[in-house]
């Protein structure tokens, strides 16, 4: 089965700064890429994926990136504020031989940006 | 719309106690799961069902039975409960669709202790 590697686990920046998340995944087949964000107390939501047909993409200060090859992507974070403060889970999408979908999160980072 | 619901919000089990965890999504999703979070293992699929009458093992299934007997709902039994299962649960729902790009959309969670 799929397993995704995430890190670093916790991320500390100054406001402003950038943040990257970078993650790893096992599985070939995986074709979609979701970022979630939880914050504290709340339930996850998504706020950024990507699929295996393209390289980059963007959304306001976010960005994500993909490289198949070797199997990574990344989440960047640009202008931090500190409401960006929260464990961010990126995940991997593989099918399963049953033709279903299930997606295999990382362990999650929490980012912590500082006023 | 009130997307996806969990009930109970909180509950404290003694060893051995059984309970039931309901989620219901009102999105008319095919698609249903059953994630555990636990500090430092991100979330970690219990079980899922791809539609009304089905359900499959997920990463960490056992101790859990699950139950999709109507559309909305999907059902997580805990039998015997130990204190190995405190944790945080959370449901989730997504459509289905021959693209890999389902988003999913989590419940609120339900915060669980066994004594």
């Known amino acids: 089965g799929e397993n995704v590697e995430q890190h670093p686990s916790t991320l500390s920046v100054q406001e402003g700064d950038s943040a990257v998340i970078k993650c790893t995944y096992s599985?070939?087949?995986?074709?979609?890429f979701p970022w979630y964000k939880q914050e504290l107390g709340k339930r996850p939501q998504l706020i950024i994926d990507i699929r295996s047909n393209v390289g980059e993409k963007k959304d306001q200060r976010i960005a994500v990136t993909l490289n198949k090859t070797a199997k990574h992507f990344s989440l960047h974070i640009t202008e931090t504020q500190p409401e960006d403060s929260a464990v961010y889970f990126c995940a991997g999408e593989p099918r399963d031989s049953g033709g279903y979908q299930k997606v295999t999160f990382g362990i999650g980072t929490k980012l912590q940006v500082i006023p | 719309n009130a997307g996806v619901t969990q009930t109970p919000k909180f509950r404290v089990l003694k060893t051995g106690q059984s309970m039931t965890l309901l989620c219901a999504q009102d999105?008319?999703?095919?698609?249903m799961y059953w994630y555990r979070q636990d500090p430092g293992m991100g979330l970690r699929l219990i079980h899922y069902?791809?539609?009304?009458?089905?359900?499959a093992k997920g990463e960490v299934p056992d101790g859990y039975n699950v139950s999709r007997l109507k559309k909305q709902n999907f059902l997580l039994g805990l039998e015997s409960a130990a204190p190995s299962q405190t944790s945080v649960y959370f449901c989730a729902s997504s459509y289905y669709s021959e693209g890999p790009y389902n988003e999913q959309f989590f419940g609120p969670g339900t915060r669980l202790t066994v004594l």
């Open positions: 069902s791809v539609g009304e009458g089905t359900t």
């Open positions: 999105m008319n999703h095919e698609y």
């Open positions: 599985d070939s087949a995986s074709n979609y």
